[in-house]
């Protein structure tokens, strides 16, 4: 079966700090990854895609990357932290040509 | 803009009630997919409808999707504290190879015992 982790659950981090969020998925090969922010337990935002390694593609301009650097693990970054970086972040990963998104636990982010 | 509208935003009933929550758009949408949230957890699927008309039933969950394919709708019979969470419906779009999937804000359920 496929599994999706991602860590940590939880995370305070000064302002101006470095960000490394990592997601791992098993089970399966070649998914589409995501990465969504989520603010006040609402809305989904889109923040980047890959269809494949080293294939990254972000929905909206801002502080955070995100890399690719094997085909389960997706990684999101950030070289210096701003207090509206914090957020509830989600990885997910779907199966191409099948509908559906199957989501992590999420790490709250906290920056101070 | 929002595209996909929820409603209600928030919704508190007592054990045994009915309900219905809407998702809404005046967008054509090529599959809808309805999924539920707990405090601290990720958004688990629920269900995905494509065709306009479909309806689908998850135990006591009834979703169906407009003939349209522009709205869509989640009845829950007789709720129990268990389905308490927020209901977020995601609308799929596709452009050529393109195929964006587009967030509701979501409903917040409490089912109170």
């Known amino acids: 079966s496929q599994t999706i982790h991602q860590w940590p659950a939880t995370l305070v981090q000064p302002v101006g700090s470095p960000l490394s969020l990592e997601c791992t998925v098993e089970?399966?090969?070649?998914?589409?990854l995501y990465w969504y922010r989520q603010a006040a337990g609402r809305g989904l935002q889109l923040l980047f895609y890959?269809?494949?390694?080293?294939?990254i593609s972000s929905e909206v301009p801002q502080n955070l990357s995100a890399s690719r650097p094997q085909d389960r693990q997706f990684i999101l970054s950030s070289k210096k932290l701003l207090l509206s970086d914090s957020g509830f972040y989600l990885c997910?990963?779907?199966?191409?040509?099948?509908?559906?998104?199957?989501f992590g636990s999420g790490t709250r982010l906290t920056v101070v | 803009t929002q595209l996909l509208e929820q409603s209600p935003q928030f919704l508190s009933i007592q054990e045994g009630e009915n309900l219905t929550v809407y998702c809404n758009s005046s967008?054509?949408?090529?599959?809808l997919q309805w999924y539920r949230q707990e405090p601290g957890e990720g958004p688990v699927l629920l269900v995905t409808?494509?065709?306009g008309g479909e309806v689908k039933k998850l135990k006591r969950l009834t979703f169906q999707f407009g003939d349209a394919r522009k709205d869509s709708s989640l009845h829950i019979t007789a709720a129990q504290p268990g389905d308490t969470g927020l209901y977020l419906c995601?609308?799929?779009?596709?452009?050529?190879?393109?195929?964006?999937?587009?967030w509701g804000l979501g409903t917040s359920l409490a089912v109170n015992p």
């Open positions: 089970g399966t090969s070649n998914p589409n």
């Open positions: 890959s269809v494949g390694i080293g294939q």
């Open positions: 995601a609308g799929e779009r596709s452009a050529g190879n393109n195929r964006k999937l587009i």
């Open positions: 409808v494509v065709t």
């Open positions: 997910a990963w779907s199966r191409r040509g099948v509908l559906g998104y199957t």
């Open positions: 967008s054509v949408f090529s599959s």
